[in-house]
T-cell receptor, first 114, second 111 residues
Framework: AQKITQTQPGMFVQEKEAVTLDCTYD???????LFWYKQPSSGEMIFLIY??????QNATEGRYSLNFQKARKSANLVISASQLGDSAMYFC???????????FGRGTSLIVHP | NAGVTQTPKFQVLKTGQSMTLQCAQD?????MYWYRQDPGMGLRLIYY???????DKGEVPNGYNVSRLNKREFSLRLESAAPSQTSVYFC??????????FGSGTRLTVV
């Protein structure tokens, strides 16, 4: 069974600084996909970024990038130039290829200070 | 706007009451899911439907039933609500596992 671990229950960052949110996963599969979602205080789940296990480049979407280290089984989210609106819960998720069911981590709460 | 619509947004039930959470998507996705979110636990899968006409249990199915009424709609039923089912419920849909679109959630309190 696959498992997602987010070891940081809470993180604080100063506005305009970069922050890294950690995610490690445990799977015996070679082919899988990794996702990050943002959940602001309003409650909706917002898709941020996707990384396939065979993708040669680390995924980037605007200020979001995914630091993918396959050998270490880590998929850390990097947010550059943090904004106050980045304050939210962030969830890492994984699904193995051939399965349409993602498994989610427990989340990291990020607070951006002005 | 295209997306996943969940109703109701809020609900309070008494222990033993029943209710159905409704979910509809207009993106023509084959797969639909029901998750519950509890503090410190992330999202846990209750049931999913890989395609119209099929449903399967997830990690925490006890106390719930589902119906995939058609390709658009996937409902979650609590037959006899218990306080342990107090949670936020999310419906989601996807096409072949590439990106999951979530509804806005239902906050359920069982007293």
């Amino acid at each position: 069974a696959q498992k997602i671990t987010q070891t940081q229950p809470g993180m604080f960052v100063q506005e305009k600084e970069a922050v890294t949110l950690d995610c490690t996963y445990d799977t015996s599969d070679q082919s899988y996909g990794l996702f990050w979602y943002k959940q602001p205080s309003s409650g909706e789940m917002i898709f941020l970024i996707y990384q396939g296990s065979y993708d040669e480049q680390n995924a980037t979407e605007g200020r979001y990038s995914l630091n993918f280290q396959k050998a270490r089984k880590s998929a850390n989210l990097v947010i550059s130039a943090s904004q106050l609106g980045d304050s939210a819960m962030y969830f890492c998720a994984m699904r193995k290829r051939g399965s349409y069911i993602p498994t989610f981590g427990r989340g990291t709460s990020l607070i951006v200070h002005p | 706007n295209a997306g996943v619509t969940q109703t109701p947004k809020f609900q309070v039930l008494k222990t033993g009451q029943s209710m159905t959470l409704q979910c509809a998507q207009d993106m023509n996705h084959n797969s639909m899911y029901w998750y519950r979110q509890d503090p410190g636990m992330g999202l846990r899968l209750i049931y999913y439907s890989a395609s119209e006409g099929t449903t399967d249990k997830g990690e925490v199915p006890n106390g719930y039933n589902v119906s995939r009424l058609n390709k658009r709609e996937f409902s979650l039923r609590l037959e006899s609500a218990a306080p342990s089912q107090t949670s936020v419920y999310f419906c989601a849909s996807s096409e072949q596992g590439f990106g999951y679109t979530f509804g806005s959630g239902t906050r359920l309190t069982v007293v």
